[in-house]
């Protein structure tokens, strides 16, 4: 089994800033990518920023100049400091591992529960 762990999630003003982080634990055996996603109410889930394994990332054009990702792969832990948040920005954010386990072999993708960023403007 592989368990997420989000926190650092919360209400803030606009303009502000949170980190959240995300501790993947259990069987992990190798990690591929590891992000954040967002859903807010009626809308799709969308991809806020990645990190691929060697350092490459990715992110939303809403998010670039104001997140930033990293990781610490000795910790098996992403992070996200959102800097300038906007209500825009209003979310539960999801941690997202792409990782091959103890029972699977292959390349999964396995899904924090969410935390919860609200911006008030």
């Known amino acids: 089994q592989v368990q997420l762990v989000e926190s650092g999630g919360g209400v803030v003003q606009a303009g502000g800033s949170l980190r959240l982080s995300c501790a993947a634990s259990?069987?992990?055996?190798?990690?591929?990518?590891m992000g954040w996603y967002r859903q807010a109410p009626g809308k799709q889930r969308e991809l806020v920023a990645e990190i691929i394994s060697g350092g490459t990332t990715n992110s939303a054009d809403s998010v670039k100049g104001r997140f930033t990702i990293s990781r610490d792969n000795a910790k098996n832990t992403v992070y996200l400091q959102m800097n300038s948040l906007k209500p825009e920005d209003t979310a539960v954010y999801v941690c997202?591992?792409?990782?091959?386990?103890?029972?699977?072999?292959?390349?999964?993708?396995?899904w924090g529960r969410g935390t919860q960023v609200t911006v008030s403007s």
């Open positions: 997202n591992v792409v990782a091959t386990s103890g029972s699977k072999a292959y390349w999964y993708p396995y």
């Open positions: 259990g069987s992990i055996l190798r990690i591929n990518a």
